[in-house]
């Protein structure tokens, strides 16, 4: 059976896009050439800051909705706990 990840993007003008795919890297691909969603054609993708696996698309659906049901600032939190401090986003590295 396939796995299933649910992710969330770093976008243009430090906006986040969450989704799912059974291929994270293949995906961010096709939004960053143009073949994605229709946000990320509005809003480049710079870089995938998180994904968590699921054991099917139910499951990787039902977590979709609730992230996307999260505040940008509470999704950046859910990013940064996962990442531990070492790691920052491109919108972060560009903060004083």
């Given amino acids: 059976m396939k796995r299933w990840y649910l992710y969330i993007l770093e976008c243009e003008g430090e906006r986040l896009y969450t989704g799912i795919s059974?291929?994270?890297e293949s995906?961010?691909?096709?939004h960053v050439k143009g073949t994605g969603?229709?946000?990320t054609?509005?809003?480049?993708?710079?870089a995938i800051l998180y994904r968590e696996e699921h054991s099917d698309r139910a499951s990787a659906s039902a977590a979709e909705a609730r992230i996307k049901a999260?505040?940008?600032?509470?999704k950046r939190?859910?990013?940064a706990a996962a990442q531990g401090p070492a790691r920052k986003s491109?919108?972060?590295?560009?903060r004083p």
Avoid: I, N, Y
């Fill in 37 to 39: 969603a229709k946000f």
């Fill in 70 to 74: 999260l505040s940008a600032a509470e």
């Fill in 22 to 24: 059974t291929d994270v």
């Fill in 90 to 94: 491109p919108a972060q590295r560009k």
């Fill in 27 to 30: 995906r961010f691909a096709a």
């Fill in 77 to 79: 939190a859910l990013v």
């Fill in 41 to 46: 054609r509005a809003f480049k993708p710079l």
